[in-house]
């Protein structure tokens, strides 16, 4: 039961990070580092809350938070595939975007800066309490999730599915290895980047939309805070693989239960909170590493750029 | 529909030009729409800078970290290194100027100074070197080796701050006062503008002249634009992608170790404000050009500081300069058509 308990509240904090981690992977794999996806987390927590108070629905709620996260992706896709930005630099202006969009809506329509905290917000839809009872522990620790922390579940699989078993995945990891000779063998390349930056805006659209809707029921100004970017070190970490980059997902998830706690206790939490940076950074250095060692020149860099 | 063909140098200057101008219509519009006096809230945000001389001094105070971080985004660009870890250079050299000027509280006047600040450029230059380091050895994609140094530089801040080096009688996580004695003196005839700021003019030249005067500049700017044509014609340029690196974090640390000193006095965990996203749009605006930096950290300054000023005076929120600074850095670096990156 304690360990029920335990991988419930895990489970929690990790979906918002699997979800961008797997916003992350997807991009990656057509070989473009996305770091926009805590602007587009953050656009999709807004919109859940704001659509949420008007509409009193949670389905409108979700479906205005992605509506958002892919609008913001389609302008992403726009202004760095269609008109040939650098990828980096407007990721990094899609999050200041993000930002400044957020606040300014918050000042401008409802009149307060320090945030947005409808008195009433539609629950999303969850595991009803003792459905899975029949499960030891598996069935604890999924009861009471939202139904955005199972398509989180969910998503691991079928993103391994598409990219190993549909040919728009093929076609997408083609690109991601050599954009010339995949336009060469008849992939669509920009098109397949577009749409692969559009999963990414969903991905992230149902992270903020966790993270918003599912415990707290308000939105803060920035309140998405790194989630984005430990998603991108979930990624690296995973080598943009789906099941390592998910099983990093949730053990960096771990890492920030872990430093909550610790702060609770006066304890130095930033050394635990700085674990996902490191690891990432250290997996990246140890890859490389081997990659050097076993051959003179790679052909293909890794990471991005 | 064929791309329009223009001569290099104005095809170079529409393609920054047009964002700009595009963003600042958009803004002028978006002022119009939501405010009652509209103009009141551009004359605000354009010269409430130069209202007064107290004004003026929050405006250079606030031009002076823009400026250090544009120029240290200039020489790792120039190298061909896409260094964003510019935020987390500074947080480091100003937690190490910090540090070190409390140690230094009692050395002979300028010593204490010039320790603390050399503090801050040495940390900041190391770890800039870490990243370069990784690239040039293994090939480690230095956007994301430095987007995750900066979250280990602030968390590792963020440590010192609250436990060894906070003040406890202060509210915050905030550290102890730096004694005068290490404080960077204030420009003579501007009261409240720090003098980091004549350090930092003085820099632009400098790496202007470093860059397109030297031997070693051009050696650097050939290794950035062509790392394997510069080592054909027996450039090393590995090296001269270290020793940017390395010269790029020294100057980010500098910038946080000259903000503590002359204009914080203290180091608090939050204070700065994007410094290093906004240098890098500083460094981009100006094309990477040192003397094009001093202009475009200015306009930057003025247009951050103008806002406080328009959101005291009118109906519209600060944080429309976010939402513009948004779109710019967005379609700062479109060129209207799918192209190869730039390094």
Known sequence: MEIAQFLNSALVQTSPLLLCALATLVTSRANMLNVAVEGMALTAAFAAIAVGQTTGSSAMALTGALAASTGMALLFGGVAIGLGADFIVAGLGLNILADGGTLFLLEEVYQDPGGLRPDHFPDLWRVPDGALSFLPVIGGALERQSAITLAALVAVPVMALFLYRTPLGYALRAVGEDEAAAAANGVRAARVKMLSVLLSGVLSGLAGAQLAMDRLHFFLPAMTSGRGFIGLAAALFGAAEPWPTAGAAFVFGLFGALGDRLQAFQAPSEFVLMAPYVAALLALTVARWRAVRRARAAPVSEGGR | ?343
């Open chain 2, 1 to 343: 529909m064929r791309p329009l063909v223009l001569p290099p140098r104005l095809a170079a200057a529409v393609s920054l030009l047009g964002p700009a101008v595009a963003v600042l219509v958009g803004g002028f519009v978006l002022v119009l729409a939501i405010s009652d006096d509209p103009l009141l809230a551009y004359k605000d945000l354009l010269f409430a800078n130069f209202y007064s001389v107290a004004n003026f001094a929050l405006f250079v105070n606030r031009t002076t970290p823009l400026l250090f971080i544009g120029l240290s985004v200039i020489l790792s660009f120039r190298a061909g290194v896409f260094n964003v870890g510019g935020e987390g250079q500074l947080y480091l050299g100003a937690i190490a100027a910090t540090a070190a000027g409390l140690a230094c509280a009692r050395a002979p006047q300028p010593l204490g100074l010039i320790a603390a600040a050399a503090a801050g450029a040495v940390v900041g230059a190391i770890y800039g070197f870490i990243p370069g380091q990784l690239k040039v050895k293994l090939g480690v994609n230095e956007v994301v080796s430095t987007l995750m140094l900066n979250f280990v530089a602030m968390l590792l801040t963020q440590y010192l701050v609250t436990h060894p080096l906070r003040d406890p009688t202060a509210y915050g996580a905030v550290s102890f006062m730096l004694a005068p004695s290490v404080w960077l003196p204030e420009i003579p005839c501007l009261p409240g503008a720090t003098d980091g700021a004549l350090i930092a003019l003085a820099l632009a030249p400098l790496v202007w002249l470093a860059l397109y005067r030297t031997t070693w500049g051009a050696d650097l700017r050939a290794a950035g634009a062509n790392p394997r044509f510069a080592e054909a014609v027996g450039i090393d340029a590995d090296r001269r992608v270290l020793e940017a690196m390395a010269l790029s974090g020294a100057v980010a640390g500098l910038a946080g170790a000259l903000y503590v000193l002359g204009i914080g006095h203290r180091f608090e965990q939050n204070f700065s404000p994007g410094f290093g996203l906004i240098g890098l749009t500083v460094a981009l605006l100006a094309r990477l050009n040192p003397f094009g930096a001093i202009l475009t950290a200015a306009f930057y300054a003025l247009v951050l500081n103008g806002a406080a000023y328009m959101q005291i005076d009118t109906d519209v929120p600060r944080s429309l300069v976010g939402l513009l600074t948004g779109f710019l850095v967005l379609f700062m670096t479109a060129r209207g058509r799918a192209a190869a990156a730039p390094a």
